[in-house]
């Protein structure tokens, strides 16, 4: 293919995902590496086939905040210890997932969700869109009908794992999926890991056109933000968000909540321009009052708080810091005020961020040289 046909193919894939066309150094980009775009059209959402073979869980994305060097498609700003699988499902079929979700004392939480390929969830309050852990512990047979796939979506696995119980993910908690009443096979590790690999630099450029950024040189402590669009939210989750700017540090202090109703909470932080995990902190690692400080690679420190840098590669307003929390009780976007029948509307500012989440809500200090 030549290059003008090359142009050509790239603006059109890039319209399947919904984003706005491509700017000239993003064609120069791909252009550069084409072979990615083929492996994303052959192996990818597009096509959803590995050769002639339907394939499940052709993709799986992760941050090892332990050594992150061996993360694997670290993009949409995943957890410190999650787990994501994703199978594509194709319009005009039915889908079963079949299993069950691990007990919570070895994944903290487990749900599959259907997404558009935007990464947005598929909104639908009659036919389960995502399903969980807590609401399905037993044996789960998930059904995702065509009427639910007008387009191209993808189903995402989620495993929050409890990292001081296991290192992995076992094969046998991936759900068996069933397209129209036949069994696919599964990716293979090697199989995933290598479609994962090659999607990874493509996946980057399409989620910097889709995702929310804020760019403000003011820090800001951490609000509730009006959409995480692109991200993949997943219902029953908060994100809230403390913008960096300009400080050279923030120190995060706050308590630890006591209850079944939330049963995992971290911090991360986020190149907000990459979507990739730069820092991740599950609670396990935090005492139950907890204080501790996030920096710059180069802030100077000497005390006795624990620290966690930001490598060099994300910088000033670039740098964003999530704190994650799933919650049972009234899952978000579901927002009511407090003592109050009405809805808040998003975004929340700090301050009614703060009013909102009241004893788990953390404190921040931002800090200069």
Same mark, same amino acid.
């Given at each position: 293919?030549?290059?003008?046909?090359?142009?050509?193919?790239?603006?059109?894939?890039?319209?399947?995902?919904?984003?706005?066309?491509?700017?000239?150094?993003?064609?120069?980009?791909?252009?550069?590496?084409?072979?990615?775009?083929?492996?994303?059209?052959?192996?990818?959402?597009?096509?959803?086939?590995?050769?002639?073979?339907?394939?499940?869980?052709?993709?799986?994305?992760?941050?090892?905040?332990?050594?992150?060097?061996?993360?694997? !498609?670290?993009?949409?700003?995943?957890?410190?210890?999650?787990?994501?699988?994703?199978?594509?499902?194709?319009?005009?079929?039915?889908?079963?997932?079949?299993?069950?979700?691990?007990?919570?004392?070895?994944?903290?939480?487990?749900?599959?969700?259907?997404?558009?390929?935007?990464?947005?969830?598929?909104?639908?309050?009659?036919?389960? *869109?995502?399903?969980?852990?807590?609401?399905?512990?037993?044996?789960?047979?998930?059904?995702?009908?065509?009427?639910?796939?007008?387009?191209?979506?993808?189903?995402?696995?989620?495993? *929050?794992?409890?990292?001081?119980?296991?290192?992995?993910?076992?094969?046998?908690?991936?759900?068996?999926?069933?397209?129209?009443?036949?069994?696919?096979?599964?990716?293979?590790?090697?199989?995933?890991?290598?479609?994962?690999?090659? !999607?990874?630099?493509?996946?980057?450029?399409?989620?910097?056109?889709?995702?929310?950024?804020?760019?403000?040189?003011?820090?800001?402590?951490?609000?509730?933000?009006?959409?995480?669009?692109?991200?993949?939210?997943?219902?029953?989750?908060?994100? !809230?968000?403390?913008?960096?700017?300009?400080?050279?540090?923030?120190?995060?202090?706050?308590?630890?909540?006591?209850?079944?109703?939330?049963?995992?909470?971290?911090?991360?932080?986020?190149?907000?321009?990459?979507?990739?995990?730069?820092?991740?902190?599950?609670?396990?690692?935090?005492?139950?009052?907890?204080?501790?400080?996030?920096?710059? *690679?180069? *802030?100077?420190?000497?005390?006795?708080?624990?620290?966690?840098?930001?490598?060099?590669?994300?910088?000033?307003?670039?740098?964003?810091?999530?704190?994650?929390?799933?919650?049972?009780?009234?899952?978000?976007? !579901?927002?009511?005020?407090?003592?109050?029948?009405?809805?808040?509307?998003?975004?929340?500012?700090?301050?009614?961020?703060?009013?909102?989440?009241?004893?788990?809500?953390?404190?921040?200090?931002?800090?200069?040289?």
């Amino acid at each position: 293919m030549n290059p003008a046909d090359q142009i050509l193919f790239i603006e059109k894939q890039f319209n399947n995902f919904g984003c706005n066309p491509p700017d000239l150094d993003q064609i120069e980009y791909w252009l550069s590496h084409y072979d990615d775009i083929e492996r994303l059209i052959n192996y990818g959402p597009t096509t959803c086939n590995t050769k002639d073979k339907d394939l499940g869980w052709v993709l799986e994305s992760y941050f090892d905040y332990q050594k992150p060097i061996d993360s694997v !498609l670290n993009i949409a700003a995943p957890s410190a210890v999650s787990y994501y699988y994703y199978t594509f499902v194709t319009p005009g079929n039915n889908y079963k997932f079949v299993g069950e979700f691990p007990n919570e004392n070895l994944s903290f939480q487990s749900s599959l969700t259907l997404y558009t390929l935007l990464g947005a969830p598929v909104l639908n309050f009659e036919i389960p *869109y995502t399903i969980n852990n807590r609401t399905n512990p037993d044996s789960v047979n998930w059904e995702v009908p065509a009427e639910l796939i007008p387009e191209t979506r993808l189903v995402l696995l989620r495993i *929050y794992l409890n990292k001081q119980e296991l290192n992995s993910v076992p094969d046998s908690w991936l759900f068996k999926i069933y397209k129209n009443n036949i069994l696919l096979s599964n990716a293979t590790n090697d199989e995933r890991e290598k479609y994962s690999n090659a !999607l990874d630099p493509l996946l980057e450029k399409l989620l910097q056109a889709l995702a929310p950024t804020n760019y403000q040189d003011e820090p800001n402590s951490f609000y509730l933000p009006e959409t995480i669009n692109g991200l993949f939210p997943q219902p029953s989750h908060y994100y !809230l968000s403390c913008l960096m700017g300009n400080a050279d540090a923030v120190q995060i202090s706050g308590v630890l909540p006591e209850s079944s109703d939330i049963p995992y909470l971290d911090f991360i932080g986020v190149n907000q321009t990459t979507t990739r995990t730069k820092i991740g902190i599950p609670f396990y690692e935090l005492p139950k009052e907890y204080k501790f400080i996030i920096a710059n *690679y180069d *802030y100077p420190y000497t005390g006795n708080l624990p620290i966690f840098r930001f490598p060099q590669d994300t910088t000033g307003n670039h740098r964003i810091i999530v704190f994650r929390v799933i919650d049972y009780k009234e899952p978000p976007p !579901l927002l009511r005020k407090p003592n109050s029948p009405e809805f808040l509307s998003l975004p929340l500012t700090s301050l009614q961020t703060k009013e909102y989440f009241n004893n788990i809500y953390p404190n921040t200090e931002f800090l200069y040289k």
